[in-house]
């Protein structure tokens, strides 16, 4: 009876294994990554645009620094310069530095650091071409 027990709690750890193994294969391979970031707060870094599960997404690099700033917020600009504001960078207990972009956004022409509180840019990057 035990045997059995252990038996089925050992598949079910790597059934659970593989699973995960699968999404973090889901990750499509094609990522596309922004110029530095530029501006007078947010100057260091870069974006990263990816798919993963289906979902358009995008995360700052490693060396990406957070302005110290009221409301430092994710925005993005489409190739025909419609801007849309999405998310806080600071977020309760940390920081948020990957944001699912919309379906709605179709492509992303630059990836903006934006005070939402003062209403500035503080730092922006772009990419070779839109991307989506």
């Not at 027990?5 to 094609?30: E, H, P, W, Y």
């Not at 998310?87 to 630059?110: C, L, M, Q, S, T």
Request: charge should be positive.
């Amino acid at each position: 009876m035990f045997r059995s027990q252990a038996i089925r709690l050992l598949t079910g750890a790597l059934m659970t294994l593989a699973l995960s193994t699968g999404m973090a294969l889901a990750v499509d391979k094609s990522q596309h990554m922004t110029n530095k970031f530029e501006g007078p707060k947010a100057n260091t870094g870069t974006a990263i645009h990816m798919t993963v599960n289906g979902k358009s997404m995008l995360k700052v690099s490693d060396d990406f620094k957070v302005p110290d700033t009221p409301a430092p917020t994710w925005r993005v600009v489409d190739s025909k310069g419609t801007i849309y504001t999405l998310d806080a960078f600071k977020i309760k207990g940390g920081e948020k530095r990957e944001v699912v972009v919309p379906a709605y956004v179709h492509n992303i022409a630059k990836v903006q650091v934006y005070c939402a509180w003062a209403e500035v840019i503080l730092g922006e990057s772009s990419f070779s071409s839109p991307v989506k």
